[in-house]
């Protein structure tokens, strides 16, 4: 699936799923997941290039071993989203991924997440939860440091998770929590 300046919406209870090596590229464009739908990624990648990927009203998105790229885009989890990453990579280059409003990012059985020049915002009683997985932080020597903030009553929970910072930080603040 190839979207250039569109857009691809799945709402009301639907269901759209990628399987087997698929490949969806969002470039200037948009994809939405909203109002209880499902966004099912298995064995595929997603690559987002100055798009956005955005969930809304208690969606979820599952992948399992599969690839998240987003490049100079925008991911934005609210209003009790579920995000999932099993087996799988998010790698965040100069974008931005917001998790806010109830909403939870899980990583678990050796994902990994690359974040460079990229920042994290974990917002208004969300939860960032990792297992068994790989967190790395990076920035380019000309670009600001990569950032990975909790606030305003999120969670972080990480457990048994390989953490290493370069050039970047992590912000906890407003009444968080961090567990590890």
Do not use: W, Y
Request: aromatic fraction near 10%.
């Amino acid at each position: 699936v190839s979207i250039r300046g569109g857009e691809f919406d799945v709402f009301g209870s639907s269901n759209a799923s990628l399987f087997g090596d698929s490949l969806l590229d969002i470039n200037r464009g948009k994809f939405t997941v909203g109002d209880d739908a499902n966004f099912v990624l298995d064995n595929s990648t997603v690559f987002i290039q100055a798009g956005v990927f955005a969930c809304f009203g208690s969606p979820s998105a599952i992948f399992t071993q599969s690839t998240f790229r987003l490049s100079d885009g925008d991911v934005k989890f609210s209003d009790d989203s579920v995000f999932e990453l099993t087996s799988s990579n998010l790698f965040i280059f100069g974008g931005h991924f917001i998790s806010e409003g109830k909403s939870s990012v899980t990583l678990s059985e050796l994902s990994l997440m690359n974040t460079k020049s990229g920042t994290i915002d974990v917002n208004n009683d969300s939860t960032f939860s990792t297992s068994d997985s790989i967190i790395r932080m990076d920035s380019d020597p000309n670009s600001p440091p990569a950032l990975f903030q909790i606030q305003n009553s999120s969670t972080f929970d990480s457990f048994n998770t390989l953490l290493t910072i370069n050039k970047g930080a992590i912000a906890i603040k407003g009444e968080s929590t961090a567990n590890a």
